[in-house]
């Protein structure tokens, strides 16, 4: 018997037009979250935007409750107070929970506030501290930027950081994942937390054509082989790397 989810009508039916998300197409299929994602995808049925997604389904009154008291339980200081919040602001919260706004942007902090934020910064950092109520002087901040930074090592942190979170890489992730059947090659897991991992070291071909800058990443064929990627999940990846970093430990011996 086919399942319903793999059924490109049925599951284009519920996603479209009775606008259910993607979770709550999984609760009727009684399976995974994960599952219904591969399967939209593998019956090339395209996702709504943000905007699309959130269509009425914003400042419910339940949510806002429930919202404002997550949020009272991670702040000690308020917690139980049933007037912390304003209308305006609990909105805010809203917002920034479901990915608009970030919920305190433009409202400047209370003096109460900020005389409780002085107060952490004195019992972590310590007001002892030879640099407590100084600032740095610019000679000294030009100083540890760059490289003239004590801890510089050639701009590859920034380079790799730049490389990862492009367009291109994540294009390259995906093609792994959608080829492997979003399966974890080594112990078989299907969804969850999947990683892609590169077979030949992703520094070992930075190095080989020494790649400096982002443009010439985006232009090395051999960074964005589909052949030289696996799909693991996140425990197999991290034991893989232990096991790496093992072997060539015991070789330098």
């Given at each position: 018997?086919?399942?319903?989810?793999?059924?490109?009508?049925?599951?284009?039916?519920?996603?479209w037009?009775?606008?259910?998300?993607?979770?709550?197409?999984?609760?009727?299929?009684?399976?995974?979250?994960?599952?219904?994602?591969?399967?939209?995808?593998?019956?090339?049925?395209?996702?709504?935007?943000q905007?699309?997604?959130?269509?009425?389904?914003?400042?419910s009154?339940e949510?806002?409750?429930?919202?404002?008291?997550s949020?009272?339980?991670?702040?000690?200081?308020?917690?139980?107070?049933?007037?912390?919040?304003?209308?305006?602001?609990?909105?805010?919260?809203?917002?920034?929970?479901?990915g608009?706004?970030?919920?305190n942007?433009?409202?400047?902090?209370?003096?109460?506030?900020?005389?409780?934020i002085s107060?952490?910064?004195?019992k972590?950092?310590?007001?002892?501290?030879?640099?407590?109520?100084?600032?740095?002087?610019?000679?000294?901040?030009?100083?540890?930027?760059?490289?003239?930074?004590?801890?510089?090592?050639?701009?590859?942190?920034?380079?790799?950081?730049?490389?990862?979170?492009?367009?291109?890489?994540?294009?390259?992730?995906?093609?792994?994942?959608?080829?492997?059947?979003?399966?974890?090659?080594?112990?078989?897991?299907?969804g969850?937390?999947?990683?892609?991992?590169?077979?030949?070291?992703?520094?070992?071909?930075?190095?080989?054509?020494e790649i400096?800058t982002?443009e010439?990443?985006?232009d090395?064929?051999?960074l964005w082989?589909?052949?030289?990627?696996?799909t693991?999940?996140?425990?197999?990846?991290?034991?893989?790397?232990k096991?790496m970093?093992?072997?060539?430990?015991?070789?330098?011996l």
């Open positions: 018997m086919i399942k319903k989810y793999k059924d490109k009508e049925w599951l284009e039916n519920k996603y037009e009775e606008e259910l998300s993607k979770t709550e197409i999984a609760k009727l299929c009684n399976t995974g979250y994960s599952t219904i994602h591969y399967w939209m995808i593998k019956l090339n049925i395209p996702r709504r935007s905007s699309e997604a959130l269509k009425g389904r914003i400042f009154e949510h806002i409750n429930n919202l404002s008291e949020h009272k339980g991670h702040m000690p200081w308020n917690k139980g107070r049933k007037d912390c919040y304003s209308e305006e602001i609990i909105e805010r919260m809203v917002k920034s929970h479901m608009q706004i970030a919920w942007k433009g409202i400047p902090h209370s003096q109460m506030t900020k005389d409780k107060e952490v910064a004195k972590r950092i310590g007001i002892n501290s030879p640099m407590w109520g100084k600032h740095h002087s610019e000679e000294t901040k030009e100083k540890m930027r760059g490289k003239n930074s004590w801890n510089w090592k050639g701009g590859i942190t920034s380079l790799r950081h730049s490389i990862r979170t492009s367009f291109k890489y994540r294009q390259w992730r995906d093609d792994i994942f959608t080829r492997d059947n979003f399966t974890c090659q080594y112990c078989g897991q299907v969850g937390n999947l990683e892609a991992h590169h077979i030949k070291s992703f520094d070992s071909i930075l190095q080989k054509y400096t982002l010439e990443a985006l090395c064929e051999e082989n589909i052949n030289n990627g696996i693991l999940c996140k425990k197999c990846h991290k034991k893989l790397h096991r970093i093992r072997t060539k430990c015991q070789s330098k």
